[in-house]
């Protein structure tokens, strides 16, 4: 049962969703930047969780199908396998027909972890398992017995299929990351499908645009915090009477920053847009190329593939306008051949720390008790 704090929280949640919704759906330019950064950010993220880092350039890369500008590596795999699986969330989330299965989360757990076999990947585990702190070298939680796994799968699936009144997504799907974690079904990655079914329970509510839905990012910048909370509330063993409540709210509290996250992005993407498409004008160049000159003011490496493939124009023609910007003095070369790229110039970087707004997040639980008294 929710307090009134946590219904206050979920209310203001739903009304940021409501205004990000509106933000979202207007046919402006920067939209599908927003989109993109959103969804290469928590793909980034929930795989950081796990010490499986990209850079932010390779994140997109992942993401929009290309070859990463850093080496290969056991991450770029993992994060390039993590995005499969998160396309299939996302192609899901408006499927008339769609139910929850043992069966799909093995589908999901294998596209997830298919780069390494020796991880059995779509598989249950085969044995126990055990959650190890490395850094106070101490094993913290203990799963339950291999051969329950298939049960209490079958319950989660269960209560995930079930009817819920309006208002609860935010809830049912924080369980049902929550109680995924706790079975830890499969020899590796459980984090990571918890994480993808949180946003699959999300996407599915139908408030928000997919791409919009996720928390992951919040997630990986508060990696600490959110190990923490797992912890205490998983208690070292399969307890499932332990109270959820710890977990419930700093899922809401996530919701509400992320929510506010993107409202601030959604302003600052719009005058970013807008102060770009007047220096386009200023130097008369193509209106396209203001989707080169945002990605650079955003600090990513511009390559003419991800480029070309933004503005839907051919090899050619993205060469010519990435000269062009260079010349104009917007853009910046770097490297050479297969590694060439370019980077925002001062101007460009100039405008971008214009258009910020400051990062401002308080805790909705303080601001709920606040308004109470």
Not at 238 to 252: A, G, M, V
């Amino acid at each position: 049962m929710l307090d009134d704090s946590e219904n206050d929280v979920i209310e203001q949640v739903a009304s940021l969703r409501s205004r990000l919704r509106y933000a979202t759906q207007e046919p402006v330019r920067w939209q599908g930047l927003l989109r993109r950064v959103s969804i290469a950010r928590a793909i980034r993220a929930s795989n950081s969780i796990e010490g499986l880092d990209v850079s932010a350039d390779d994140a997109v890369a992942a993401w929009e199908r290309e070859e990463p500008l850093d080496p290969v590596s056991e991450a770029w795999e993992a994060v390039k396998c993590y995005r499969s699986a998160m396309t299939y969330v996302l192609a899901l989330s408006d499927d008339p027909h769609f139910r929850y299965s043992a069966d799909l989360l093995r589908s999901l757990h294998f596209i997830m972890l298919e780069y390494d076999l020796r991880k059995n990947p779509g598989r249950w585990r085969p044995g126990p398992i055990y959650v190890r702190d490395e850094r106070k070298d101490e094993i913290v939680y203990e799963a339950p017995d291999e051969w329950d796994v298939p049960t209490l799968i079958e319950e989660l699936v269960a209560s995930l299929n079930a009817d819920d009144d309006g208002g609860a997504d935010l809830v049912k799907a924080s369980l049902a990351h929550l109680n995924l974690v706790m079975i830890h079904p499969f020899s590796d990655g459980n984090g990571r499908m918890a994480r993808c079914l949180q946003s699959l329970a999300l996407t599915r509510s139908g408030v928000l645009a997919p791409a919009f839905s996720s928390i992951e990012e919040y997630l990986g910048r508060n990696t600490d915090e959110y190990y923490a909370i797992l912890a205490g509330v998983g208690g070292g063993a399969w307890l499932p009477s332990r109270d959820t409540r710890p977990w419930i709210r700093f899922c809401l509290k996530a919701h509400y920053h992320q929510a506010t996250t993107l409202l601030r992005r959604t302003r600052e993407f719009q005058r970013l847009w807008g102060a770009l498409e007047e220096i386009a004008a200023e130097k008369r160049l193509q209106d396209r190329a203001v989707i080169a000159l945002a990605d650079a003011a955003l600090g990513y490496r511009v390559r003419n593939s991800t480029y070309r493939n933004a503005a839907d124009i051919s090899m050619e023609l993205a060469s010519k306008d990435l000269r062009s910007l260079s010349e104009a003095g917007l853009l910046e070369p770097r490297g050479e051949r297969k590694g060439r790229h370019y980077v925002a110039s001062d101007r460009i970087l100039a405008i971008r720390k214009k258009t910020r707004e400051p990062k401002t997040l308080e805790d909705p639980f303080e601001s709920t008790s606040i308004r109470q008294r």
